[in-house]
């Protein structure tokens, strides 16, 4: 499955991961690992391997096959270079159509607007191509840089989830936030 989306302005592209992308999103998990932690599950030594990177990406091959959830690569045009990652995962079909958004960006790349941009183009294809109803975020309230983000792009607070997922080691409270197909149409 070929999916591109581009983003001219701030000179970046989001397309799907594949397998041959392990080096790359190891490179970036490793050089992002103590800046990044804060926000991340902890994750066990065998994961920063070129292996275990294989592994997630051919997972995430399968469920993008079957619909379930989509891992996209956020790449800069120029370099060719993998910044980050944005994952449509969780989708509920039938009467439900939604989907939880995640995303995290290399620390060297923060800053510049290639987040919010990616997450719009995420959105968009999310929204038309998917036929989603709704998206939802959870985020931990201390994290102000990606609440901006969701805000950009125009996702309306909810409420907290309390100890939802547990993050470098504790079990962490959640801000919820959503974007439905209509919001995004009216922005």
């Known amino acids: 499955m070929q999916i591109q989306l581009q983003d001219t ?20 998990r ?14 066990p030594e065998e994961f920063f391997t070129k292996a275990s990177q294989l592994d997630l990406l051919y997972r995430r091959q399968q469920e993008a096959a079957e619909d379930r959830g989509y891992l ?32 995290s960006l290399s620390s060297e790349h923060q800053g510049h607007g290639y987040m919010t941009a990616a997450v719009r183009l995420v959105l968009t294809y999310s929204f ?12 931990i309230p201390d994290n102000i840089s990606s609440k901006r983000v969701v ?5 309306q607070p909810e409420g907290i989830a309390r100890k939802l997922v547990k993050i470098n080691g504790n079990w962490e409270d959640h801000q919820i936030y959503a974007l439905l197909a209509e919001d995004m149409q009216a922005q």
């Open 9 to 28: 302005d701030h000179r970046i592209y989001v397309r799907l991961l594949q397998p041959e992308d392990a080096e790359a999103l190891l490179h970036m």
């Open 30 to 43: 490793i050089q992002s690992r103590d800046a990044n932690q804060r926000y991340e599950p902890q994750y």
């Open 72 to 103: 996209f690569g956020i790449f800069l045009q120029e370099k060719d270079e993998l910044i980050g990652t944005i994952s449509i995962s969780h989708i509920v079909r039938g009467v439900g159509q939604f989907a939880e958004l995640g995303y």
């Open 128 to 139: 038309r191509s998917l036929g989603l109803h709704r998206i939802q975020a959870g985020i």
């Open 151 to 155: 805000e950009k792009c125009g996702f």
